[in-house]
């Protein structure tokens, strides 16, 4: 028996497509620190009586499984070389893993530039606020609902006017995307909104669209101010929100104080969250020259409200706005600007320099957790909304987006055609195709076509599929080690 199995043939190693390589998070410095500082701040905050949250508990577990072999995986086969290959399985969650951020941003990007967004031009606005609200919109979700209702109907109300059209005679649409994250890794709640360059003429068969010209700089100080004076009025008026001559604060009713109500707070200030520095100003290194603050055109500000739309797409420009839908979705964590400096700290390089020549902030291990926690989203939380016609039972969406799909949609299509189907969400592979050109469907070494031929969950039938695969395969590449971790106090260079 054992002479027939040595001379059974060996199916011939896999060979990758080029561009492509396994994602290993465990040889990711994200990862590391996230596996050995997790528990030390799970104990912590347990130590000072404020537990984290199961969500938060649950993002940080499923991170720590996410890519990894050894807690399951599906066993790919080509039909003609019978090459195999193994995939491990996602974690899928919304918070900071890179790997599912990414696959998020893929998808929900493909979904609005081909089956939302119709060839009509856009132009993006983009709404900053104040701390104040940032901290309540990050723990109050109806409140930031109703924050995007009056942001929504204020900048469509600005459109339907300059159509020359009103509500009665007119309609138009955006799709907004809710980000909760900085540069800094810092929690700031914005909103980037999709919004149709024009509005389209109620009553029309087929809809008309009538265009308008972007708005001009006074245009964009009047709605930043009438936009703050009526979030400022309706949260005033449920009690939220108690301003004064200068600024504004909230009023926390008796049963305030969440378990991450620190994380959150410190977060959005810059401040440190944990540790005998917590309250204090983050450490940040300024590698460049400051330079003075030069005016941006397409910007206004007033009373801590930054309103920004110099950002347009034309009708035919669809690659461009599925570059952009990737990066108003895009993941919180760059892998790429993580590093440690040589006492252990963690070093987070910015996107943009900032104005006084800050390029990097510099964390202690258990503050970069903490601000990790305060970043994930709490659970049935849509940070993905549809307004106006591109909202699910608008009337007018079946007839302008371009899935065809809504009320309306089965009386317009004719007894030969089908309604549009249901969208479905990308597969692995049609991700990568689409964003980097990759084909994994297809085999690298014969051309023959992958399947799936098992998935496998079961920790003895892993354990033995993982040792037959390294008895037989090179191992992965060692991963590298954190090394020892600095003192809170120590010098940072």
């Not at 998808?107 to 031009?121: F, T, Y």
């Not at 009538?210 to 930043?224: D, F, G, K, N, T």
């Not at 849509?382 to 007839?399: D, K, S």
Request: one cysteine or more; charged letters at 25%; aromatic letters at 8%.
């Amino acid at each position: 028996m054992a002479s027939e199995r040595a001379a059974c043939p060996r199916a011939p190693p896999f060979i990758d497509p080029p561009g492509y390589a396994r994602h290993r998070p465990e040889a990711t410095l994200l990862y590391q620190l996230v596996e050995r500082y997790y528990p030390e701040f799970v104990a912590t905050r347990e130590a000072a009586g404020r537990l984290l949250p199961r969500y938060v508990q649950e993002e940080f577990e499923a991170y720590l499984k996410c890519g990894c072999l050894k807690h399951g995986f599906l066993r790919v086969r080509c039909e003609d070389c019978r090459a195999e290959k193994l995939v491990a399985f996602s974690c899928k969650r919304r918070g900071f893993c890179p790997s599912c951020g990414a696959r998020r941003m893929a998808e929900s990007a493909a979904l609005l530039a081909d089956e939302v967004l119709p060839r009509k031009p856009l132009r993006q606005w983009v709404l900053s606020l104040p701390f104040a609200l940032r901290f309540l919109l990050a723990t109050d979700p109806k409140a930031l609902t109703q924050v995007l209702g009056i942001v929504y109907r204020t900048t469509s109300a600005h459109v339907l006017r300059k159509a020359r059209l009103t509500r009665a005679t007119g309609a138009t649409g955006a799709v907004t995307l809710i980000q909760r994250f900085g540069s800094a890794l810092n929690l700031n709640i914005h909103f980037h909104m999709l919004v149709l360059a024009g509005a389209y003429l109620v009553g029309a068969e087929p809809p008309v669209f009538r265009r308008i010209a972007p708005p001009r700089e006074a245009e964009l100080q009047a709605l930043v101010e009438r936009l703050a004076g009526r979030i400022g009025r309706s949260l005033e008026r449920q009690g939220l929100l108690v301003r004064d001559a200068e600024n504004g604060f909230l009023e926390f009713g008796p049963e305030a104080g969440g378990a991450m109500d620190d994380l959150i707070g410190h977060s959005i200030t810059y401040r440190v969250a944990v540790g005998p520095r917590a309250g204090q100003k983050v450490f940040t290194l300024q590698t460049v020259p400051a330079r003075e603050e030069e005016p941006r055109k397409g910007v206004a500000q007033y009373a801590g409200f930054s309103l920004h739309a110099g950002i347009g797409v034309e009708a035919d420009q669809r690659e461009k706005l599925e570059r952009l839908a990737r990066y108003v979705s895009r993941p919180p964590v760059s892998v790429e600007r993580l590093a440690l400096t040589a006492q252990g700290q963690v070093r987070y390089r910015l996107k943009t320099p900032y104005r006084d020549g800050t390029t990097h902030i510099v964390l202690e291990p258990l503050d970069f957790i903490a601000r990790l926690a305060a970043l994930v989203p709490p659970p049935r939380v849509h940070l993905t909304r549809y307004r106006g016609v591109f909202a699910p039972h608008a009337a007018l969406r079946a007839a302008v987006t371009p899935a065809g799909r809504g009320p309306g949609a089965r009386s317009r299509a004719t007894t030969a055609e089908c309604p549009t189907p249901k969208h479905v969400a990308m597969t692995w592979a049609r991700r990568l195709k689409r964003v980097f050109g990759i084909d994994i469907e297809q085999c690298a070494r014969c051309g023959g076509r992958l399947r799936v031929i098992a998935s496998i969950e079961e920790p003895e039938l892993l354990e033995r599929i993982l040792a037959h695969r390294r008895e037989r395969v090179e191992e992965d590449p060692p991963v590298s080690s954190l090394g020892p971790r600095a003192p809170p106090q120590g010098l940072l260079f």
